[in-house]
Each structure stands twice: as structure tokens, then as C-alpha cells.
């Protein structure tokens, strides 16, 4: 089973600043890779598939960039709807697994 | 409009059974995968296990095989997921969720506790 690890736990930033999370594969999973965006009571949402392609309907303030084994989500400007959990997600082999989340909240 | 819509909240005692479902519209239902995603209380996302309703291949999570059966109906486009003996480990929020680029579709949820 690939092991998806996420850093931080924790992301304090301030609104209108960047945010950079990281996720790394235990092994090389090409480009099967995707970030989820989860607020508090909803479902995840897709925000990034294929590692870098956004989903539809994402802001291009989302970006995502990696391949093999490290992954980078980038919110160039967070905006107050951004503050939220973050989960990377293999779709190499299966078991697809989910990384343990970060949390990005407000400094 | 794709769509997927989740079965209500249950409530059930330890060593129940219990199956809970998730209706897809919208798209061809046989031509994705369809898996299901549990979120224990306060923690992160954990695959369970999919199925592809064109041809029934089911794969589970090792965490999670033995412990839960998923099925679909693909003449009513409805994918479900069912214990035989619930726990009271098994309270959570529990997702069905499509996968095509990426797992681009999530129903609402169901949650389940079990208590006694």
C-alpha cells in the first residue's frame, strides 16, 4: 500500500498571502494524484486530478505541480472560502489512500 | 447534472446490519468507478473500496476487506454498501463517491452510529 504523507499539519496563513502544501507518495505514482478541498459538514471536493490539471470549475488561484513521488498544491491568494482541509490522494493502484489532511487556517 | 444521492443518517445497535446506498444520475452509470470513502469523527478520509458496475469487479481497502460488502444495481444505477455486523468503531460519516478524472463527484453523505 502507498503511504501518502502530507506537511504540514498545520498551515496558519493570513488572507491574501500564498499558501504552499506538500504531499509526498512512498513510492512513484506518476501524475495519478489529486488535492481535495473539505470544509466543516461538507463532502470533499476535487480541486486538482493528473497532479496539475484543475477541475472544473476551480479558481486558477489553486494550482497543483509534482510527479513520481512529491506534489505541491498552491493557493496563490487565499481568500476567506480557502480557509479549509487539504487532502492529497493517490489513484495509481489500488488501494488508492487518501494523506493524513492539512489544515490551513487563519493566522 | 451528475449527481449522487446518499441514503439518510441511520442509527443502528452493535451487531446490526445494516445497508446504506447511493443513487447515481446524471451520467453512465456503468462506465465509472464508484467507491466509498469513511470519515471516522474528527479524522481524515479512508478508501474502502470500489466497483466498477459495468462488470461488478469490487476491490477493497485491506483495512476494510471481510468487514463490509459493496455491490451496485446497474439497472437502477444505485451502489451500496453494507455490514453484516456493525461496531461501535464503525460510526462515521460515510461517502460514495465517483471516480473519473480524479474522484470528481461525492454524494452528500451518510452517517452512521452505532450505539448501544
Known amino acids: 500500500e502507498i503511504v501518502m504523507t502530507q506537511s504540514p499539519a498545520t498551515l496558519s496563513v493570513s488572507p491574501g498571502e500564498r499558501a504552499t502544501l506538500s504531499c509526498r507518495a512512498s513510492?512513484?505514482?506518476?501524475?495519478?494524484f489529486a488535492w481535495y478541498q473539505q470544509k466543516p459538514g461538507q463532502a470533499p471536493r476535487l480541486l486538482i486530478y493528473?497532479?496539475?490539471t484543475r477541475a472544473t470549475g476551480i479558481p486558477a488561484r489553486f494550482s497543483g505541480s509534482g510527479s513520481g513521488t512529491e506534489f505541491t498544491l498552491t493557493i496563490s491568494t487565499l481568500q476567506s472560502e480557502d480557509f479549509a482541509v487539504y487532502y492529497c490522494?493517490?489513484?495509481?493502484?489500488?488501494?488508492?489512500?487518501f494523506g493524513q489532511g492539512t489544515q490551513v487556517d487563519i493566522k | 447534472e451528475v449527481q449522487l444521492v446518499q441514503s439518510g443518517a441511520e442509527v443502528k445497535k452493535p451487531g446490526e446490519s445494516l445497508k446504506i446506498s447511493c443513487k447515481g444520475s446524471?451520467?453512465?452509470?456503468?462506465?465509472?468507478?464508484i467507491g466509498w470513502v469513511r470519515q471516522m469523527p474528527g479524522k481524515g478520509l479512508e478508501w474502502m473500496g470500489i466497483i466498477y458496475p459495468g462488470d461488478s469487479d469490487t476491490r477493497y481497502s485491506p483495512s476494510f476487506q471481510g468487514q463490509v460488502t459493496i455491490s451496485a444495481d446497474k439497472s437502477i444505477s444505485t451502489a451500496y454498501l453494507q455490514w453484516s455486523s456493525l461496531k461501535a468503531s464503525d460510526t462515521a460519516m460515510y461517502y460514495c463517491?465517483?471516480?473519473?478524472?480524479?474522484?470528481?463527484?461525492w454524494g452528500q453523505g451518510t452517517l452512521v452510529t452505532v450505539s448501544s
Open positions: 513510492q512513484s505514482i506518476s501524475s495519478n
Open positions: 446524471g451520467y453512465s452509470f456503468t462506465s465509472y468507478w
Open positions: 493528473g497532479a496539475s
Open positions: 490522494q493517490h489513484y495509481s493502484n489500488w488501494p488508492w489512500t
Open positions: 463517491a465517483r471516480h473519473g478524472l480524479g474522484t470528481d463527484y
